[in-house]
């Protein structure tokens, strides 16, 4: 069966890979999910906040008055929040390049315009083949519009895509106030990619210790219908190839993701829950599946499920919450 795939123009086997994790920070793990059919290797990001908090911490200490640092050191992690440094991350990614045959997307993630963005070079420059750049952010100021918001992004897009050659895929939230008019303009300032969605972490409230309590739990497939949502709506109407990550623990996601429009499916929660090798089985899900119902390839399905030939697609959507609505009996 041809499940072959082709993302930020990347010719790949199928559409499977594991998405941004700790999981590729150890190089025998990167290995063995090569050995599982990895399409490609996604590697977890690397924060502004953490090549610009060393940056001010160096230049501290090269400083007679050290101590006038220290207000904006303090709004920084501490270093051993982070798995990897700013230099062993570098390091880390040229042994994975060294070490595998497929395409290897290094991740970039923060908010701002500044200097940390030389970091997509040094990436390009270690051998990256490509860059997830990774814009999650809550837009708590209350002077911020949400164009504002997009500005920003493009802004960081087009300061990164006049820095490298490799593609560059942005990786969002869902919680823009016109998404698909958004994904037209990351399209137009030069995204070659869309990765659809990062997750909303949402730490909780200790009442005893009046603190706040981060909480990581992983997905489960229920997280899965609002990037199917939007990967329909935007398949066939942009240019951009289209991943997603969250969510996807079965076969059958992976097929829903794939009818919707995806080109690539990143997985990470399932992966961690059950080791590389559901990677495998996923993918041989997906070929019996294809089999079972007489298709030929994946590209025969592929969209299949989009909004793309809809006339109407914000009444079709709206059609689908009222009959949502008056479901339950």
Known sequence: MDLSTTYLGFHLPHPLMPGASPLVDDLDMVRRLEDAGAAAIVMHSLFEEQIVGEQLAAFSHMETHAGSFAEA???????NVFA???????????????AVAVPVIASLNGTTLGGWLDFATHMQEAGADALELNVYAIATDLQDTALDVEQQVLAILRAVKARV??????????FYSAL????????EAGADGLVLFNRFYQPDINVEELAVEHQLQLSDSTELLLRLRWLAILSGRVRLSLAVTGGVHTSLD????????????QMVSALLRHGPNRLREVREGIARWLEEHEYDSLAQMQGSMSLVRCPDPKAYERANYIETLQSWR
């Open 165 to 174: 050659r490799i593609p560059v895929a942005v990786k969002l939230s869902p």
């Open 254 to 265: 992976a097929i829903k993701a794939v009818m919707c429009g995806a080109q690539a499916v």
């Open 180 to 187: 698909a008019h958004f994904a037209r303009e990351l399209e």
């Open 73 to 79: 050191l303090s709004y920084f992690p501490e270093t």
């Open 84 to 98: 990897l440094g700013v230099d062993e991350y570098l390091n880390v990614l040229r042994r994975i390049k060294e």
